[in-house]
């Protein structure tokens, strides 16, 4: 199994940037895919981004793509969400998730799941 703990949400301003990472416990973090995903107020949580194993693969959300950037330290047990050009649609609480070997961008494949962590873009 592996523990997640997200950390770096915040109050931004629309335009800002801000940088999101998960830590991971365990010895086994290289053998996880990793994903990030959001729910805002009143809708159902979505898929963000996602990294395989190595971290030489990387998919994002159309409503991403461009402004967002997953990355992963197998080193450090961690994976990073940088987040630019932020906008008030991007308010929500951000989690970071974890399955065993392949990316995917469906929430249900994915076992282990952080506590979240609150980003709010204002206008």
């Known amino acids: 199994q592996v523990q997640l703990v997200e950390s770096g949400g915040g109050l931004v301003q629309a335009g800002g940037s801000l940088r999101l990472s998960c830590a991971a416990s365990?010895?086994?973090?290289?053998?996880?895919?990793m994903g990030w995903f959001r729910q805002a107020p009143g809708k159902e949580r979505e898929f963000v981004a996602s990294?395989?194993?190595?971290?030489?693969?990387?998919y994002y959300a159309d409503s991403v793509k461009g402004r967002f950037t997953i990355s992963r330290d197998n080193a450090k047990n961690t994976v990073d969400l940088q987040m630019n050009s932020l906008k008030p649609e991007d308010t929500a609480v951000y989690y970071c998730?974890?399955?065993?070997?392949?990316?995917?961008?469906?929430?249900?494949?994915?076992?282990?799941w952080g506590q979240g962590t609150q980003v709010t873009v204002s206008s």
């Open positions: 365990g010895r086994t973090f290289s053998t996880y895919a």
């Open positions: 990294v395989n194993r190595s971290g030489g693969s990387t």
């Open positions: 998730a974890a399955k065993r070997y392949t990316t995917s961008n469906s929430q249900n494949t994915y076992p282990y």
